[in-house]
């Protein structure tokens, strides 16, 4: 798997947008990038992933570079709930394996400022 | 929609003891199952799959071991635990090419 980097922490004001960033600068083309976050003492929890278009679901946005370097994670309106480790990784396009030694890093600490 | 079950929350048992933790998931059929384990503060280790009852894969050699009797269920089991199990262990699951999806994890403690 492709190395990430992200900030070791980051403050948002309540009801702003939050904006994680995470560097995958070699990242290959069948890769796809997954964020997770994991709220303390439970388990991680999927949020969004893409390969090279914008995404947006129910909880958040993703913003991929043209280079696919980099990815930008956006949490429109923050709320105390989303204080939680943030997780940007990359993973095989094809991963129907039964394989998944997946590499989560250490993230980013998010804490939402009421 | 599908869920996944892990249990219990938190564990203490001492050195030597048995273990069994149990995890189920709801709403799908055939899945891919996972164990994993967090360290404090570090990132997660495979431990086992299965891509179908009865098959286990071990990522890697250790005190424990993996069961799926049914389709739906996935089993972490040792018959004599040391001070070096304890760790947060996590359940999950998913199905062809879709995301990882994880249970809420077990906090074991070995004493």
């Known amino acids: 798997d492709a190395k990430t980097t992200q900030p070791t922490s980051m403050d948002c004001a309540e009801g702003r947008a939050a904006n994680l960033p995470c560097n995958h600068s070699?990242?290959?083309?069948?890769?796809?990038v997954y964020w997770y976050r994991q709220i303390h003492s439970q388990g991680p929890q999927y949020i969004i992933h893409?390969?090279?278009n914008n995404e947006t679901n129910e909880m958040a946005s993703l913003i991929i570079t043209e280079d696919r370097k980099s990815s930008t994670l956006i949490l429109p309106h923050a709320t105390l709930r989303d204080t939680a480790v943030y997780y940007c990784i990359v993973r095989p396009r094809l991963s129907n394996f039964g394989n998944e030694k997946l590499t989560f890093g250490t993230g980013t600490r998010l804490t939402i400022i009421p | 929609s599908q869920t996944i079950h892990q249990w219990p929350a938190t564990l203490v048992q001492p050195v030597g003891s048995p273990l069994s933790l149990e995890c189920t998931v709801e709403?799908?059929?055939?899945?891919?199952l996972y164990w994993y384990r967090q360290a404090a503060g570090r990132g997660l280790q495979l431990l086992f799959y299965?891509?179908?009852?009865?098959?286990i894969s071990s990522e890697v050699p250790q005190n424990l071991s993996a069961s799926r009797p049914q389709d739906r269920q996935f089993i972490l089991s040792s018959k004599k635990l040391l001070l070096s199990d304890s760790g947060f262990y996590l359940c999950a699951w998913k199905q062809g090419n879709s995301p990882l999806h994880f249970g809420n994890g077990t906090r074991l403690t070995v004493t």
């Open positions: 709403g799908t059929s055939n899945p891919n």
């Open positions: 893409g390969l090279k």
């Open positions: 070699t990242i290959s083309g069948n890769e796809y």
């Open positions: 299965s891509v179908g009852i009865g098959q």
